[in-house]
């Protein structure tokens, strides 16, 4: 089956940038996701990528797509407290029936 | 209420006991899941309901039962439980699982559960 691999934990100190990488191995990923989930809470989409595309820029967020590599990389610019959260790479292929597949998630934790 | 609300939030069972999670969503969406998120493993996909008619059952033991009477709610039942099933279970929904979207699932907080 499909699988996503992640590195379980990251730390940054506050105003740097951080970046969180994902590894896929479905060739035929549709759309690539990062999900945050902040502590007590459920997943919430942070992001996502179609995959005919190399990069997506939202404000802080800047996501990377490797598909030679099945790479996905997420950075935050000027990383603050609030992003301490655990964030979710995930993917899916879009063939008729759509099914989510999620990586561990990495927990991000932000150093004032 | 708006979104995606689970039941109960923290819930202890014995091994021998029966109890029920239960999640409702808000959103007018058609397809409803169950994952399962334990430390340091992937979130795992227990169920999939589209059109309240199952599609997806990931080899999960039968102690879980899944039930899904409407596409609004959904539920979990849960008997015979072992310590190892202790874990936070998300409920999510989307528009459905045809693929003509994002695919964007919504979660709900969670139903951290321990067994005893």
């Known amino acids: 089956g499909e699988d996503v691999e992640q590195s379980l934990f990251l730390s940054v100190r506050e105003g740097d940038s951080s970046v969180i990488n994902c590894t896929y191995t479905d060739s035929s990923s549709t759309y690539l996701y990062w999900y945050k989930q902040e502590p007590g809470a459920g997943l919430q989409l942070l992001t996502y990528i179609f995959s005919n595309m190399d990069m997506k820029q939202d404000q802080r967020l800047t996501v990377l797509l490797n598909k030679k590599d099945k790479h996905l990389s997420l950075r935050i610019a000027d990383t603050q407290t609030g992003d301490s959260a655990i964030y979710f790479c995930?993917?899916?292929?879009?063939?008729?029936?759509?099914?989510?597949?999620f990586g561990t998630g990495t927990k991000l934790q932000v150093i004032p | 209420e708006t979104g995606v609300t689970q039941t109960p939030r923290h819930l202890v069972m014995g091994m021998t006991n029966k109890k029920s999670l239960k999640c409702e969503q808000h959103l007018g969406h058609n397809a409803m899941y169950w994952y399962k998120q334990s430390a340091k493993k992937p979130l795992e996909l227990m169920f999939v309901y589209n059109f309240k008619e199952q599609t997806e059952n990931n080899s999960v033991p039968s102690r879980f039962s899944p039930e899904c009477p409407n596409s609004s709610h959904l539920f979990l039942h849960l008997h015979t439980l072992q310590p190892e099933d202790s874990a936070l279970y998300l409920c999510a929904s989307s528009q459905d699982t045809s693929g003509r979207d994002t695919g964007e699932l919504f979660f709900g907080e969670g139903s951290r559960l321990t067994v005893l």
């Open positions: 995930a993917e899916t292929y879009s063939g008729g029936y759509q099914k989510v597949t």
